[in-house]
């Protein structure tokens, strides 16, 4: 049974965490200009991004699936022990909330069912017809690829990818923002098939680093 099929569509995308002080955008100008080549900055951008292992985000977003759309916004926390979204109507109110941790994943409707998974992927696929790609979405979101291996890694000037394709997923970024002293996507497009999120994310949260967890140097095919 697929439940409130076009209103989850704008709804499953993006994320909120919850946290303290609001890192506020600030100008390109504030951040020092990057010295050296695309290259050599790509590879410092990743290093840099590789410390953030939590985060807040609330967003505005789109999505087109299986020749249907819809649009609302989303609240997204994200940790080293899952994931706590809320998913937001166009005009505010809560269509439905899903947390992800060790165990699973628990979707409650705005009815008040509970529907469980040990995966999100197959819990929005079965309830929604379509796959949230929630293995690989915190680091997307963050504007670095999964430490899987990715086909096609492209970046500008400054070591910032532009277009990352990985795990089925064609994904670009159109427009950057920057808080808490990082470079991170403001827009960015995801599209798989017969599948397309789009995200505006208007603020991120809570940025930080967790001990716990370790990098490892993404590895291209």
């Avoid at 249907?68 to 022990?81: F, P």
């Avoid at 269509?95 to 998974?117: F, P, R």
Wanted: aromatic letters at 6%; charged letters at 20%; one cysteine or more.
């Amino acid at each position: 049974m697929r439940i409130l099929y076009s209103s989850w569509l704008g709804i499953f995308s993006l994320l909120l965490l919850s946290g303290c002080a609001a890192l506020k955008p600030v100008p390109e100008s504030q951040l020092p200009t990057p010295v050296g080549s695309p290259a050599e900055l790509n590879r410092a951008h990743l290093e840099q991004l590789a410390s953030i292992n939590q985060f807040h985000l609330q967003a505005r977003i789109g999505i087109q699936a299986n020749g249907k759309g819809s649009s609302g916004s989303t609240r997204w926390r994200h940790n080293v022990e899952g994931n706590d979204i809320s998913m937001l109507s166009p005009v505010g109110g809560t269509v439905a909330k899903i947390i992800t941790n060790t165990e699973g994943v628990t979707l409650t409707t705005n009815d008040g069912k509970v529907l469980q998974a040990k995966d999100a992927e197959a819990l929005t696929e079965e309830h929604l017809g379509w796959r949230l790609p929630l293995q690989g979405l915190p680091d997307w979101a963050l504007g670095r690829p999964t430490k899987r291996i990715f086909e096609e890694m492209h970046w500008d000037n400054i070591g910032r990818i532009t277009r990352l394709k990985q795990d089925g997923w064609d994904i670009e970024y159109p427009e950057y923002m920057e808080a808490g002293g990082y470079r991170l996507p403001k827009r960015i497009n995801l599209r798989s098939r017969n599948l397309t999120l789009k995200l505006i994310i208007e603020r991120w949260d809570d940025l930080g680093a967790a001990t716990t967890l370790s990098a490892t140097t993404p590895i291209q095919k």
